[in-house]
């Protein structure tokens, strides 16, 4: 397996600016993951879905910030409008639900997407 | 709500000596405990998980970690480091119990292995 996929690997864009990250989760996967990586704040987990649908999205920054999953291939995390302190490595991450029922096992993540917003 | 400590920033081995990176957790009921590794410019790898059994998980590259449930404790060591250990590592924890898949990890420790 390619395993979990992101682009761009890096993107510069100037504040205002829209910003769409896309990821694509390891095929069979019915868990996703998005996260934010700073040297200040450490790994935050913005939001997650389970079979395409968002279960918890309390770490999503403010309004600014959404997340989509329109199939189980492929989810968008979108910045509208972006601003410098949005600057950060977002990862995404997939996993497997676990034949005991509905609990997760190993995250699998992406090698992120290196976002600069001047 | 749960969480994870990792009390040391970074942690400094001499090639082939024993390294252990600390990681304490709190949590409701009982324990996933994961560590996972960052090398630069890369995404997390899993290292190894403990979710029920044997103490002592055996994972990649040689690691190890011991479930300590007294001390709340998921240390990870390795007996002799290699300079290609140096990386980032990440301690996380999830209940055991619910549908929540919410995994919380720790901030982080940088391991230093040197000649």
């Known amino acids: 397996d390619a395993g979990v996929i992101q682009s761009p690997r890096h993107e510069v864009t100037e504040m205002g600016q829209e910003v769409t990250l896309r990821c694509k989760p390891i095929?069979?996967?019915?868990?996703l993951f998005w996260y934010r990586q700073t040297m200040m704040r450490g790994l935050e987990l913005l939001i997650y879905?389970?079979?395409?649908?968002?279960?918890?999205d309390s770490g999503m920054p403010e309004d600014r910030f959404s997340a989509k999953m329109p199939n189980a291939s492929f989810s968008t995390l979108k910045i509208q409008p972006s601003e410098p302190r949005d600057s950060a490595v977002y990862f995404c991450?997939?996993?497997?639900?676990?034949?005991?029922?509905?609990?997760?096992?190993?995250?699998?993540f992406g090698p992120g997407t290196r976002l600069t917003v001047l | 709500a749960q969480s994870v400590a990792q009390p040391e920033d970074q942690v400094n081995v001499a090639e082939g000596n024993p390294l252990t990176v600390k990681c304490t957790y709190s949590?409701?009921?009982?324990?996933?405990l994961f560590w996972y590794v960052q090398y630069p410019n890369r995404g997390l790898q899993f290292l190894l998980k403990?979710?029920?059994?044997?103490?002592l998980v055996k994972g990649s590259y040689g690691f190890e970690a011991e479930f300590n449930k007294s001390q709340t404790s998921f240390h990870l060591k390795k007996p002799s480091a290699l300079v290609s250990d140096s990386a980032l590592y990440f301690c996380?924890?999830?209940?055991?119990?619910?549908?929540?898949?919410?995994?919380?990890f720790g901030t982080g420790t940088r391991l230093q292995v040197t000649l």
């Open positions: 991450a997939s996993s497997l639900a676990s034949l005991a029922g509905g609990q997760t096992d190993t995250q699998y």
């Open positions: 996380a924890v999830r209940p055991n119990t619910g549908t929540a898949s919410k995994l919380t």
């Open positions: 949590v409701s009921g009982n324990p996933y």
């Open positions: 095929s069979g996967h019915d868990y």
């Open positions: 879905f389970n079979n395409n649908v968002p279960i918890d």
């Open positions: 403990y979710i029920t059994g044997d103490n």
